[in-house]
């Protein structure tokens, strides 16, 4: 009897998931020539907390000097040029809508609300944050390592997403980071050891290449999640359990839909 009830489930579960692909790649196909409407803010909100870069920890800097300082050490959010940043990513999410067969337009005329073929991409907010990672680095061989700091660059977005009569609040974060080329020890004339570090410094350059990492993945985040909610809307209509835990990501290329957990967008409530 338990090995039924055990085997009943199992095609369950299995009838489920043939169901939420099913229903993912009606999606696909229905939604070919959408037109999204990408909104983007004013200017990015940016910030530095790095430690070396606090007024309170340069003890050693005189007053006048801290500010100069400061801007020295930061490596890119005191040199973006908004304007720029904001082009690249539109440009990237432009090009990677049309992998999907979509495209980019702007196609409220007071007469068009959002539906199923017109939808909205409001990324109403951006923040740049620079900040110090801390990283287990091996230095000289693989059973010696040290916790060494590392620059890092953290954008966070959120964004409305509409393609019918509600608004959803969703947000996603992804970071970039300095690396380390070497690391190695030496002694000084006194032989205390000391760790030599060789950094692969972040550039204003690979920040900008970030921006088209993010317009690619930002188009494909927002189809994803309106692929998972035409799933869902479909699944309850035919009174079938929604395997939220399931959550789907359509890969225009190879045209294949596969699952994820952590690869996406999150709803806020």
């Known amino acids: 009897m338990k090995a039924r009830l055990c085997l009943i489930f199992i095609l369950i579960i299995m009838s489920s998931c043939a169901s939420q692909k099913k229903f993912a790649y009606d999606f696909v196909n229905k939604s070919k020539g959408a037109e999204v409407a990408l909104y983007v803010p004013d200017r990015l909100m940016k910030d530095n907390v790095r430690y070396d870069c606090q ?4 003890e050693d800097v ?20 908004d304007d720029l940043f904001l082009d690249i990513l539109i440009s990237s999410f432009d090009s990677t809508l049309n992998d999907y067969g979509l495209s980019l337009s702007y196609w409220e005329d007071g007469h068009t609300n959002p539906d199923s073929l017109h939808w909205v991409v409001d990324m109403s907010h951006v923040e740049v944050l620079e900040y110090t990672e801390y990283v287990w680095t091996s230095c000289a ?9 590392a620059v890092a660059v953290n954008v966070a977005a959120w964004f409305d997403l509409i393609n019918g009569d509600k608004s959803n609040l969703l947000f996603t974060e992804q970071n970039i980071y300095e690396y380390i080329r070497d690391c190695y020890y030496s002694l000084d004339t006194a032989n205390n050891v000391l760790v030599n570090v060789e950094y692969q410094y972040l550039t204003l ?9 993010l317009g690619k993945l930002y188009a494909g985040y927002a189809f994803d999640y309106f692929m998972n909610d035409y799933v869902k809307r ?14 789907l990501r359509y890969d225009p290329y190879e045209m294949y839909i596969y699952y994820t957990r952590k690869d996406r967008l999150v709803e806020i409530d």
């Open 141 to 149: 061989t693989d059973t010696d390592y040290e916790i060494l700091p």
């Open 205 to 213: 350059e690979e920040f900008y290449d970030f921006a088209v990492v």
């Open 62 to 81: 005189a007053l006048e000097d801290v500010f100069d300082v400061i801007e020295t050490r930061t490596r890119v959010v005191n040199k973006i040029d």
């Open 234 to 247: 479909e699944f309850q209509k035919r009174n079938l359990e929604y395997p939220e835990e399931k959550y």
């Open 55 to 58: 007024p309170e920890n340069m």
